[in-house]
């Protein structure tokens, strides 16, 4: 008898392998990142369907092969509907699911808090109302995920010097991992001028629970949230261990 597996997974990427099948690249709850053929996936009659559409979450069953996993079975767990019909949330859907391709591994020791962040990430965004919603979404889901995969960012005092920066504005050093004081920074050539309430509003979202709604989900402009989601944008290019393809599409969309 053939081994078999359950696990929960979101589809993030598929590839053609021939005329009729696909390999669907998943992040699962159980075992991280990983790939399982979709056999007559691209024939009309196929009994799998939507549910390998990408950013669907399924509960998947597969059958264990020698070099290639096989999809044998799928429930839709959530389609995240709302967010196929609003260009915005898909784009930014898309590049939070490339963060989740580049940084997710096989047999992550994190995949249940990767999955559930993800999950809880398109839900959210899904059925958010607003622009400012929606990118305050990608915000929490850009901090969060760098602090699961250990790349948390410093933001409550100097790297360098370890006291909390008094100065109105600071600066922040993608290369040292947070913020910088005055006198720290006057060495250091690449940083970042931000003012300290933005820091202040990144140290929220980074400490909240992500379904918590704080004072600044009401505050938040389109304006703040755009430094925002470029400034973490730029930090996590720096730390992936691949490199990124989705990310011109949002400048050219915005
Ligand atoms: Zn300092």
Redesign the pocket.
């Known amino acids: 008898m053939k081994e078999q597996f359950t696990t929960n997974v979101i589809n993030l990427k598929s590839y053609s392998i021939s005329e009729a099948d696909k390999i669907i690249l998943m992040y699962s709850k159980e075992r991280g990142l990983i790939r399982g053929v979709a056999k007559g996936i691209k024939k009309p009659a196929s009994k799998l369907g939507g549910r390998m559409d990408l950013l669907v979450a399924n509960k998947m069953m597969l059958n264990k092969g020698r070099n290639l996993d096989t999809i044998c079975q799928a429930e839709a767990l959530n389609t995240f509907f709302n967010l196929r019909n609003d260009i915005n949330k898909l784009f930014y859907a898309m590049y939070c699911s490339e963060i989740v391709t580049n940084f997710g591994i096989e047999n992550d020791p994190n995949s249940e808090e990767i999955y559930n962040l993800f999950y809880t990430f398109l839900e959210q965004i899904s059925s958010a109302k607003s622009i400012e919603q929606t990118m305050l979404n990608v915000i929490k889901f850009q901090l969060k995920i760098m602090n699961i995969t250990g790349y948390s960012l410093e933001l409550d005092n100097?790297v360098?010097?370890?006291?909390k920066?008094q100065e109105e504005y600071i600066y922040f050093s993608i290369e040292h991992g947070g913020i910088?004081?005055g006198?720290?920074s006057a060495e250091i050539t690449k940083k970042t001028k931000i003012h300290y309430k933005i820091i202040e509003f990144l140290n929220t979202l980074l400490k909240e629970e992500y379904t918590k709604h704080t004072k600044y989900d009401d505050l938040a402009t389109e304006k703040i949230c755009t430094i925002c989601i470029n400034l973490l944008k730029s930090y996590i290019e720096y730390y992936s261990p691949k490199k990124f393809k989705t990310s011109e599409f949002i400048e050219s969309i915005r």
Request: proline residues 10%; glycine residues 0%; positive net charge.
């Open positions: 100097c360098k010097c370890l006291k920066p910088l004081c006198n720290c």
